[in-house]
């Protein structure tokens, strides 16, 4: 059985230095709105409409993915707004695969410094102030989303993850 795992969280959380790093460890793919949205709009970021559209094609996208490699770690969204990771779940399912989402649970403040160096005219517009916009937006976090700590160091985060996945059965994926 295929397994997607789901980050969520907000900017600066860390989620893509996890997804990078389970996929390091792992022959899982990387599948990210951010990227996608790079690759089609490069430098040219007007909004909410981008990334609307990055977000459908991740999910046109992941089914070929999942042909492909034997797990998908998806990243580049907070998952902030209700729908948006139950339509990632939703696909996942449709597929036959199992998904579980990694919510990095991070304060705001520590979140916004670690961007506080992010450059506000680069591709992402990640900012202290996205991080602040994003935190309101965000709904209540569903009881079978894991919750990560993620003010601990990303080797500390990695080993619990890697962890918490070891120890998760098959009937403990969610399916949607």
């Not at 961007?115 to 976090?141: C, M």
Request: aromatic share 8%; glycine share 6%; net charge negative.
């Amino acid at each position: 059985m295929k397994n997607v795992i789901i980050l969520a969280g907000l900017p600066g959380a860390g989620k893509s230095s996890l997804a990078t790093r389970l996929a390091d460890r792992s022959s899982y793919l990387i599948l990210s709105r951010d990227t996608i949205k790079r690759a089609l709009f490069g430098k040219w970021d007007v909004g909410q409409v981008q990334n609307d559209y990055a977000f459908s094609t991740l999910l046109e996208v992941l089914p070929i993915a999942l042909t492909l490699a034997p797990g998908i770690v998806v990243d580049g969204l907070p998952f902030s707004r209700l729908g948006q990771a139950e339509l990632v779940e939703e696909v996942v399912k449709e597929c036959g695969a199992l998904s579980k989402v990694i919510f990095l649970d991070c304060d705001v403040r520590t979140a916004a410094a670690r961007l506080s160096h992010a450059d506000p005219r680069g591709p992402d517009n990640r900012t202290p102030a996205l991080v602040s916009r994003v935190a309101k937006e965000f709904r209540e976090i569903p009881e079978h989303w894991i919750r990560v700590d993620s003010n601990k160091s990303p080797l500390e985060i990695e080993g619990f993850v890697l962890g918490i996945l070891q120890q998760v059965t098959e009937e403990q994926w969610t399916y949607f």
